[in-house]
């Protein structure tokens, strides 16, 4: 089945603890891409990726890193997670169509 | 989930009435627009997209309106079902970038 996978779906952490959030896809696509879904904001861009090792920001990459080692693989990095980005994170995925493919989300909780 | 649709606006139609969800976009460049819908604990499910060369695409029960002199973007959903009960965004792109824009989203209601 053509998915986007995410791992975790839920983590609640502390303030200034790494985390790692992963984000698979099985469609051979070129073109990756990381939003936090916030009330009254709607998605947000926060890094993308257009090929492996080729990345860049989005509106809202303050505080997050990114990385493009292999094509189905770009895991969302927080160094120091604050606060503020207790969020809804989903990965999202597409050809050259630029029909993108969203994973199922993960619920950020930085306390 | 259910968190990021609180402040929404929100369309109430009666299950088998048509249902039209606008949007404004924002960036006279871009050439390419989506429609997503979104069911709670879920991501956005892709619907139908048109690019700015149309004005009229048709879908399954749906379709999506593009006028580009005022920047707007609709969409109608014929015969409205309970399974159609969900947030719909909008988002629009530039060709030749993967930076996506999108909307804040509706919550629609179908009423049975």
């Known amino acids: 089945e053509a998915q986007v996978t995410q791992n975790p779906r839920y983590l609640i952490t502390v303030t200034g603890k790494k985390l790692t959030v992963t984000c698979s896809q099985n469609m051979n696509h070129e073109y990756m891409s990381w939003y936090r879904q916030d009330p009254g904001l709607g998605l947000r861009q926060i890094y993308y990726s257009m090929n492996v090792e080729v990345t860049d920001k989005g509106d809202v990459p303050e505080g997050y890193k990114v990385s493009r080692k292999e094509k189905r693989n770009f895991p969302l990095i927080l160094e120091s997670p604050s606060p503020n980005q207790t969020s809804l994170y989903f990965c999202?995925?597409?050809?050259?169509?630029?029909?993108?493919?969203f994973g199922p989300g993960t619920r950020l909780t930085v306390t | 989930g259910e968190s990021v649709g609180l402040h929404l606006p929100t369309l109430s139609v009666q299950e088998g009435d048509n249902s039209i969800i606008n949007c404004a976009y924002s960036?006279?460049?871009?050439?390419?627009f989506i429609w997503y819908k979104q069911e709670s604990g879920k991501g956005p499910q892709f619907i139908i997209d048109?690019?700015?060369?149309?004005d009229k695409r048709q879908g399954q029960r749906v379709t999506v309106l593009l006028n580009k002199t005022v920047k707007h973007l609709s969409l109608q959903i014929a015969a409205t079902q309970p399974g159609d009960s969900a947030v719909y965004f909008c988002?629009?792109?530039?060709?030749?970038?993967?930076?996506?824009?999108f909307g804040t989203g509706t919550r629609l209601k179908v009423l049975a």
């Open positions: 960036n006279s460049a871009s050439d390419y």
């Open positions: 999202a995925s597409s050809s050259q169509s630029r029909e993108q493919y």
């Open positions: 988002a629009e792109n530039q060709g030749g970038t993967y930076k996506y824009i």
């Open positions: 048109i690019r700015s060369n149309m």
